[in-house]
Every structure is written in structure tokens, then in C-alpha cells.
């Protein structure tokens, strides 16, 4: 069953940026992630962040994008800087340990698209 619902994604030139958003319909005690998967390929994690706002990032995107929550709203953002054609996949969201590892269990969304193509 689908619980966290991810937004923002779209069609965008590279170098530019987006925001991704993840809503959770209530309170999320557990760290909450980003991960990506293209055609043929694993999914892998972007992101993650606890409740605390203890961060982990996957080494090639540390630094250009930066994950964020906003517990009130039972939100996360994954805020994308100088996109490259290679971030191109779907982004999903989903519940994490704090290392990043998504929790077993659980859902997946439908995710949101990022095409980065000029």
C-alpha cells in the first residue's frame, strides 16, 4: 500500500534545478529517503535523512543535491542543483533506516520523473 506520495518532478535543461517533495500521511518517526532507478538498472539510494536531520548521501551526488524535513508537515525534499543528463530516472521515496537502507516491508510509490535532456 502506497503511504508516501513523491512530486516535482519534470522535464528540465541541464544545470538546472528542482525540488522533489515526499508527503507521508502522518507523523514518520523513521528516516526517509530518496532513491532513483533508470531502465535496466538497480535502484539506488540519493539520499536519506532521520528525524533528527542526520544526513547520508550516495558519494557521486554529495553536494549537488540536498535532502531536508519539515516533520510538521510530514515532508521531505530532495533539493537537486546542476542536473546532469545522467540524473535522469524515477525518484522514489520511501522510509529508511539511518544509514540509508529501505526499511523492508513497505510499498513503493509510483515515484516522480526527472528528465534532464536539452
Known amino acids: 500500500q502506497v503511504q508516501l506520495v513523491e512530486s516535482g518532478g519534470g522535464l528540465v535543461q541541464p544545470g538546472s534545478s528542482l525540488t522533489l517533495s515526499c508527503v507521508a500521511p502522518?507523523?514518520?518517526?523513521?528516516?526517509m529517503g530518496w532513491y532513483r532507478q533508470t531502465p535496466g538498472k538497480q535502484r539506488e539510494l540519493v539520499a536519506s535523512?532521520?528525524?533528527?536531520?542526520?544526513?547520508t548521501y550516495a558519494d557521486s551526488m554529495a553536494g549537488r543535491f540536498t535532502i531536508s524535513r519539515d516533520n510538521p508537515k510530514n515532508t521531505a525534499y530532495l533539493q537537486m542543483n546542476n542536473l546532469k543528463p545522467e540524473d535522469t530516472a524515477v525518484y522514489y521515496c520511501?522510509?529508511?533506516?539511518?544509514?540509508?537502507?529501505?526499511?523492508?516491508?513497505?510499498?513503493w510509490g509510483q515515484g516522480t520523473q526527472v528528465t534532464v535532456s536539452s
Open positions: 535523512i532521520t528525524r533528527g536531520g542526520d544526513t
Open positions: 502522518s507523523i514518520v518517526v523513521a528516516a
Open positions: 520511501h522510509l529508511a533506516d539511518r544509514l540509508g537502507t529501505p526499511l523492508p516491508g513497505l510499498s
